[in-house]
């Protein structure tokens, strides 16, 4: 088979723990670019973060990000899907987590907003360090929820909550899958990941291969965890990262080395190049 389309989840995936592409990943993913597949990154992540380790690779990629929620070309303005939460259903989410104590961050395309510098927030604004200016992710500490799904109802996409506390975690999660019209997963066992019902990374690429006019023997899907799922099963060749969970290996086609052991480069050199 010859495969058209490569999507790469990032965290845990295509990122090393210590949060870097290796050198063989970026050398066998412009091989498989020169060779003309289109090469995606598809992330939990927004939009301008998952931009920024895009631009390591040195190919034009389009971004699915938000889980599917959000897709755009890299180079260009252009977007290709958008699925926003509403603000009725961010409201319904954030009672819930407000009843666990856990603290909620919104996302939009380019910007998160929360009441405390914690988790996510706290990691962007670290990573913002990095960035140049016009790069940089719009950090908000929030005072009035109503006036901020309210100003940013067409452009939310994703809500993520993170707390230390897994078991409390776990109860939140179980109650937020009774909230009709939201899809909710998660990426580590210590969050839970809210999209507009309809949103995933498997209708993501969905998207995105009809976008291109590709059939799902065309691509080749790599992920590690829960929110990769629908994508490793979407697709013709569905990869599951050694350090992935069981569940999720055992629904995988093909099961790669780690993500610190070169398993995305391994999967492109035996499958593409």
Same mark, same amino acid.
């Given at each position: 088979?010859?495969?058209?389309?490569?999507?790469?989840?990032?965290?845990?995936?295509?990122?090393?723990?210590?949060?870097?592409?290796?050198?063989?990943?970026?050398?066998?993913?412009?091989?498989?670019?020169?060779?003309?597949?289109?090469?995606?990154?598809?992330?939990?992540?927004?939009?301008?973060?998952?931009?920024?380790?895009?631009?390591?690779?040195?190919?034009?990629?389009?971004?699915?990000?938000?889980?599917?929620?959000?897709?755009?070309?890299?180079?260009?303005?252009?977007?290709?899907?958008?699925?926003?939460?509403?603000?009725?259903?961010?409201?319904?989410?954030?009672?819930?987590?407000?009843?666990?104590?856990?603290?909620?961050?919104?996302?939009?395309?380019?910007?998160?907003?929360?009441?405390?510098?914690?988790?996510?927030?706290?990691?962007?604004?670290?990573?913002? +360090?990095?960035?140049?200016?016009?790069?940089?992710?719009? #950090?908000? $500490?929030?005072? %009035?929820? @109503? *006036? =901020?799904? +309210?100003?940013?109802?067409?452009?939310?996409?994703?809500? #993520?909550? $993170?707390?230390? %506390?897994? @078991? *409390? =975690?776990? +109860?939140?999660?179980?109650?937020?899958?009774?909230?009709?019209?939201?899809?909710?997963?998660?990426?580590?066992?210590?969050?839970?990941?809210?999209?507009?019902?309809?949103?995933?990374?498997?209708?993501?690429?969905?998207?995105?291969?009809?976008?291109?006019?590709?059939?799902?023997?065309?691509?080749?899907?790599?992920?590690?965890?829960?929110?990769?799922?629908?994508?490793?099963?979407?697709?013709?060749?569905?990869?599951?990262?050694?350090?992935?969970?069981?569940?999720?290996?055992?629904?995988?086609?093909?099961?790669?080395?780690?993500?610190?052991?070169?398993?995305?480069?391994?999967?492109?050199?035996?499958?593409?190049?």
């Amino acid at each position: 088979m010859q495969y058209k389309l490569l999507c790469t989840d990032m965290d845990g995936t295509l990122l090393t723990d210590d949060k870097r592409i290796s050198e063989r990943s970026k050398k066998a993913i412009k091989l498989a670019y020169e060779k003309g597949v289109k090469i995606v990154v598809c992330t939990g992540r927004m939009f301008s973060s998952a931009n920024f380790y895009a631009d390591m690779l040195g190919v034009k990629t389009p971004i699915i990000s938000a889980n599917g929620a959000f897709i755009r070309e890299k180079d260009r303005d252009e977007v290709i899907y958008k699925n926003v939460i509403g603000k009725e259903k961010c409201s319904e989410i954030l009672k819930v987590l407000n009843e666990f104590g856990i603290i909620a961050h919104f996302h939009t395309p380019n910007s998160i907003f929360s009441e405390k510098l914690v988790y996510s927030a706290k990691v962007y604004s670290e990573l913002n +360090k990095q960035l140049p200016e016009d790069q940089q992710i719009s #950090i908000n $500490i929030v005072e %009035d929820w @109503e *006036k =901020v799904f +309210k100003e940013n109802e067409d452009f939310i996409v994703k809500c #993520i909550a $993170i707390d230390d %506390d897994v @078991e *409390k =975690v776990q +109860k939140a999660k179980k109650h937020m899958q009774n909230i009709e019209g939201i899809e909710v997963v998660s990426s580590y066992i210590n969050n839970i990941e809210i999209m507009a019902e309809g949103a995933s990374k498997g209708r993501g690429v969905e998207i995105l291969a009809k976008f291109y006019g590709l059939k799902p023997e065309e691509i080749i899907c790599i992920g590690d965890n829960e929110n990769d799922l629908s994508m490793i099963e979407y697709a013709g060749l569905g990869v599951a990262m050694k350090n992935a969970p069981e569940h999720i290996k055992d629904k995988a086609d093909y099961v790669a080395d780690t993500n610190n052991e070169d398993g995305v480069a391994k999967v492109i050199e035996k499958f593409i190049l």
